[in-house]
């Protein structure tokens, strides 16, 4: 089994992440977002019951399904009730990547390089998961912009990203045009598949 290069995205809300991941779909990575995978999870009839237990019935939506944004509400809220679905989600988000990723390998023709956007990456430690790291990065008003989810609140855990930096393999600073990104995304992706 040849196992894809594994590639993580990591970076503040607002600084281009899912765009970047768009990149490397484009030049040829397989992906997927650590979002897109907290989604499938949330419709687990497992997953919801423990979550209705630890919430209660206001987080379940008109069809009977999850409400993130009352999820949402209650953990933005309570800080401890944040630890708590973290405590829960990632280490079910790590199994479900870990799957794809050994999926991926067992095709007749792996990918290269496989990628995933890893919000917390370095403040869950999930850094040992991946053979690479890229940060992206932006101002603190050019994320404002960029996103309608509050930049403080949900920030306040994050490390610094100079730290951020420090410590992955590539770094972008997002300030300019989405072609530039993906032309950074393009010098990535020959440099992983040299």
Known sequence: MTRPLAVAITGGIGAGK???????RRHGAATVSSDEIVHEL????DVREVVVKQFGNGVIGPDGTLDRGAIGTVVFNEPDQLVW??????????AEYLGW?????????????CVTEVPLLYETGAEDRFDRVVVITAPEDVRRER???????????FLPDDEKAARADYSYLNTG??????EFVRSVMDDLTR
Request: proline share 6%; no cysteine.
């Open 18 to 24: 899912s765009e970047a991941l768009a990149a490397f």
């Open 42 to 45: 949330l419709r687990r009839d």
């Open 85 to 94: 679905l973290e405590q829960l989600l990632h280490p079910l988000v790590a």
């Open 101 to 113: 990723r050994e999926q991926l390998g067992r095709l007749a023709v792996p990918p290269e390089v």
């Open 147 to 157: 996103s309608a989810v509050a930049v403080d609140e949900r920030e306040q855990r």
């Open 177 to 182: 045009t989405v072609e530039e990104l993906d």
